[in-house]
């Protein structure tokens, strides 16, 4: 059994249903123990920390970090998982709140649903204390042009906060949502989020994933897709930080014709390890996916990638694919690349792919006989490597930016004679 140093008992201010959610995690956590490398869904790494030596982050404090990229359309912030208030006037349609203050079923009926709480103990820990989750609420026939913008930042060390985001998107809506990790680099603090994305018929929700967490803390994330007839769901992540970061994605394509896209771009440097697990359900007819991830190591980080693909029975016309691709920077640094298909059905169209390796040495002699030095031929080729997935982010005002933050993480690096 693992539980917190300390944590608080069940807050009888809480609606039922919430309650109740908290009750089934305090009970599988009796029973859960640290994942170990030898259980699959763990495999390549080792989480070298012990859960049970933290304290639950109780209460947040107003973040000082300077979080780039806002946007003025619905900005909140959760702060050691404790919500703030919303800074922005909202349009009609969307509600943004505080799961502890609803009753409301379309948000009830979706808040917790996506993750068991006795798939792992940190998924137990999340259930059991995540009491003041946010939700968004879009209700049918909205149209939000600009992005709604969520802040999570740790500020403690010595604890783990429990920010959780529940996103119900009713029918014919088209919305946004960026997200953005942050701490400073002297944090050593676990985060456990979830982000629970319910998506209705012919609707299409894009959320994007900022993750530039300091560089002692762990961060463990969870993300949940359901999607239903014509709906399309876009999910992007742009991996940075943490010395320890993990993102687990499910997506449960139900409805006849969804469709999952899957954008990431990682870059590992120091001694990170930056820990991807995809898992995509077909189950409707005539669904789609993709997943198109990029990432690149030096140092001593380490990047694993491991993805499923499973078409049930009855989702013929399935087309599916996924690909990872990854740069190898540095003589210590690794990466683990693992896609894996499960066909049930005999009319799909599917495939796989992953290749990693280092920078090409005939496009460095390329570049250098058109005058650039070694350093600069490297910093190209990391650039146009990269390129190929930021380019692909749906949010445009914020590429830029991105494009900025990896591309100093290895002209750093360069710098400082560790590549």
Known sequence: MVSLKSHPPIDPTLPTWLADLQQSGVAALADLSMPSAKQEEWRYVDLRF?????????????????????????ALAIT????????????????????????????????????????????AIHRAFAGDGAFLHISSGTAVEEPFTVEISATRSGTVSLPHLTVVVEDNVEASAIVYFAS????????????????????????????????KTR?????????????????????????????????????????MEIIGAYFGDRDQVLDYRYFLD??????????????????????????????????????????????????????????NLEILANDVRCGHGSTMGPLDKDQRYYLMSRGLDKAQADRLQVKGFFEEALVKVPHGNIRDELRLAVNKKFVAAQSEGRV
């Open 80 to 123: 050691d998982g404790a919500m703030g208030e919303l800074v922005s006037d909202l349009p009609n349609g969307v509600v943004f709140g505080s799961a502890r203050n609803t009753t409301e079923p379309c948000v009830s009926g979706k808040f917790g649903s996506g993750v068991p709480a006795d798939r792992d103990v940190f998924a």
């Open 50 to 74: 012990d859960i049970g030596s933290f304290d639950l982050a109780t209460s947040g404090v107003p973040s000082a970090l300077d979080v780039p990229f806002r946007s003025a359309r619905g």
């Open 282 to 339: 077909h189950v409707g007819v005539g669904t789609t996916s993709n997943i198109f991830l990029k990432g690149a190591v030096e140092d001593d980080a380490e990047s694993v990638f491991t993805g499923l693909i499973r078409i049930e029975e009855g989702a013929q016309k399935t087309n599916a694919h996924q690909t990872n691709r990854n740069l190898i920077l540095s003589d210590g640094a690794s990466a683990q690349s693992v896609p």
């Open 184 to 215: 400073h680099e002297e944090v050593d603090a676990v985060v456990l989020s979830q982000l629970e994305v319910s998506i209705g018929k012919n609707s299409h929700f894009k959320l994007t994933v900022v993750q530039q967490w300091g560089d």
């Open 219 to 259: 961060a463990i994330a969870d993300v949940f897709y359901t999607l239903d007839d014509n709906a399309t769901g876009t999910f992007t992540e742009i991996g940075l930080g943490g010395v320890y970061s993990r993102v687990r994605f499910d997506a449960d394509l139900i409805g006849n014709g969804s469709h």
